[in-house]
């Protein structure tokens, strides 16, 4: 029914940065919170960044300053600035899209912060 898509992971040096994007297709209903999510083999997956569909914004605080989330409610995308990275930011990201009656997530993408 409904489906996200990421794209956009990697691997990338420390400081580096990358975007992530991830498409959202199918039933959607209008008001919703998107998100990002990360996992590290052996970790919980955790939250990193959430964002409504006015524009309201919330990171963790281990990413904040450094992250940036959108979204395009036109083109049902939400994004991931990712900036001044770190090899703690190693993980599979995980797009989230959250309605009053459902969850969604996606597939996941690597990114990967190595020398």
């Known amino acids: 029914q409904v489906q996200l898509v990421e794209s956009g992971g990697g691997l990338v040096q420390p400081g580096g940065s990358l975007r992530l994007s991830c498409a959202a297709s199918g039933s959607i209903f209008s008001i919703n919170i998107m998100g990002w999510y990360r996992q590290a083999p052996g970790k919980q997956r955790e939250v990193v960044a959430t964002i409504t569909t006015v524009g309201n914004t919330n990171y963790a605080d281990s990413v904040s300053g450094r992250f940036t989330i959108s979204r395009d409610n036109a083109k049902r995308t939400v994004y991931l600035q990712m900036n001044s990275l770190k090899p703690e930011d190693t993980a599979v990201y995980y797009c989230?899209?959250?309605?009053?009656?459902?969850?969604?997530w996606g597939q996941g993408t690597q990114v990967t912060v190595s020398s």
């Open positions: 989230n899209l959250k309605s009053a009656a459902r969850q969604y």
